[in-house]
Antibody
């Protein structure tokens, strides 16, 4: 059974870089033809897709966040990381990672989410 | 970015009711459309993929239809555990979610 767990600082100062990790168990991030997505949910709001990384390392980011986002694979630890630079209060959200089966199949396994607050 | 517009934004219904939620894409996305259910404090759960395919272990009272720009999610007979927020999501290139439909008890 595949399990995803997000982790990282719950509080980040404005202008700094938000860094989160998604630890994957039950599947290898470097095989299987999967994408690994990051999604966030602003307080009381809907869902915003941040980007994904394919097991080859190819990435695709939300155009509205592209200039500030980096998603990487750490195959030695079976982890997917998210970095979001130059954060502001508008980046305060619950951040989720998810296994993305591709455009035909949706995101079938999600982590529980981690809350990040941007505040000085 | 492809915009996704869901309607209604909120809906009140009773146990046993049939409910339909619609989602309209800003351009043709074929069948690259998924539906998710989210309960408070929980991660979204995949219900439907490829517009009309039921995800494993999702009850058959959930169904999806549509292609191109217009899509629907139907719950044939509402159960108490179905009261939640529902999102559509397109995956034609980038991903975009609809704004959500909150389904609550009448």
């Amino acid at each position: 059974q595949v399990h995803l767990q997000e982790s990282g600082p719950g509080l980040v100062k404005p202008s700094q870089t938000l860094s989160l990790t998604c630890s994957v168990s039950g599947a290898s991030i470097s095989s299987g033809g999967y994408y690994w997505s990051w999604i966030r949910q602003l307080p009381g709001k809907g869902l915003q897709w941040i980007g994904f990384i394919y097991n080859s390392g190819d990435t695709y980011y939300n155009p509205s966040l592209q200039s500030r986002v980096t998603i990487l694979l750490d195959t030695s630890k079976n982890q997917v990381s998210l970095k979001l630079s130059s954060v502001t209060a508008a980046d305060t959200a619950v951040y989720y990672c998810a296994r993305d089966l591709g455009p035909d199949y949706g995101m079938d396994v999600w982590g529980q989410g981690t809350t990040v607050t941007v505040s000085s | 970015d492809i915009q996704m517009t869901q309607s209604p934004s909120s809906l009140s219904a009773s146990v046993g009711d049939k409910v339909t939620i619609t989602c309209r894409a800003g351009q043709n996305i074929g069948t690259f459309l998924s539906w998710y259910q989210q309960k408070p404090g929980k991660a979204p759960k995949l219900l439907i993929f490829a517009a009309s395919s039921l995800q494993s272990e999702v009850p058959s009272r959930f169904s999806g239809s549509g292609s191109g720009t217009d899509f629907t999610l139907t719950i044939s007979s509402l159960q108490p555990e179905d009261f939640a927020t529902y999102y559509c999501q397109q995956s034609h290139g980038s991903h975009t979610f609809g704004q959500g439909t909150k389904l609550d008890i009448k």
